[in-house]
């Protein structure tokens, strides 16, 4: 019987640096970079990210085969369950695989989740590797209460929707002394930033955390009120179309 190969879940990093010279050095651990060299089969969320990554990896350590030779196959939003099986077919035959997101960690608010909890159905080893996720690390600089904290991805696009579920969140978190995590469409961080001010509570702690590990990191941590007053005197954060998490924990 074949000896079923192990998906190994490989961290990317969270955006560009104006130096990519040691972009890894700093942000993903040399054992894992010298793991992702010995794989020849992968599935990221998008292929062109991917062969970037394996080319800075290459860089700092040699790949095992040539960039040409490693197959990339593609697991996105648009991927039908029904496909996950051939995804995984390698790795029954006896094939490590590695799993790569576009940024930060696999199957973290990520579509890589589906095909992870397949694996384990399926007898597969999966290994998470170490590396940077935007969440833990907006937790971590937020001082917030990182006991307890929950991340509801994206709230609704529907304004009276939306300002529902903030003030669901707001009198779970208060009850419960319970973090909310959220992320937004980097081109809607303002909008959603301006729901937030006019739907919590003015004591109401928030963070606002973006561009995580990159040159142009900003993590600050104000209630409510001093956010608005903040804005009215300096205007909005340095955070159009840049990855940015959003925390909120109510007094």
């Given amino acids: 019987m074949t000896q079923k190969g192990t998906l190994f879940l490989l961290p990317n990093t969270l955006g560009n640096h104006s130096d990519t010279s040691d972009i890894l050095q700093h942000i ?24 970037a990554h394996l ?6 350590h040699p790949l095992q085969t040539t960039l040409q030779e490693i197959r990339i196959s593609e697991l996105n ?13 390698p790795l029954l ?5 590695g799993l790569i997101s576009e940024a930060g960690v696999p199957a973290v608010a990520d579509p890589g989740a589906a095909l992870v909890r ?21 937790v971590m600089g937020s001082g917030l209460n990182g006991q307890s904290f929950a991340f509801h991805g994206y709230l609704p696009t529907d304004a009276a929707q939306r300002a529902k579920r ?10 419960e002394k319970q973090t909310q995590l959220f992320i937004e469409t980097p081109y809607r961080n303002a909008a959603f930033l301006e729901a937030l001010l006019q739907h919590c509570n003015p ?49």
């Fill in 28 to 51: 993903i651990p040399e054992q894992v970079q010298q793991r992702t060299t010995g794989l020849r089969y992968l599935i990221a969320e998008n292929a062109k990210t991917a062969r």
């Fill in 55 to 60: 080319k800075l990896v290459a860089n700092r």
């Fill in 77 to 89: 939003i648009n991927t039908p369950a029904n496909a996950l099986d051939a995804l995984l077919e």
């Fill in 93 to 97: 035959n006896g094939e490590d695989a």
């Fill in 118 to 138: 397949l694996a384990h159905q399926r007898g597969i080893t999966v290994r998470p590797l170490v590396g940077p996720s935007s969440l833990l690390l907006a």
């Fill in 166 to 175: 903030i003030k669901e969140l707001e009198e779970r978190s208060r009850k």
């Fill in 203 to 251: 004591s109401t702690s928030v963070c606002i955390a973006t561009d995580l590990t990159l040159d142009t990191e900003s993590l600050q941590t104000r209630t409510a009120a001093e956010w608005k007053k903040h804005i009215a005197s300096a205007g909005q954060p340095d955070f159009h179309k840049k990855p940015t998490v959003f925390l909120f924990l109510a007094a």
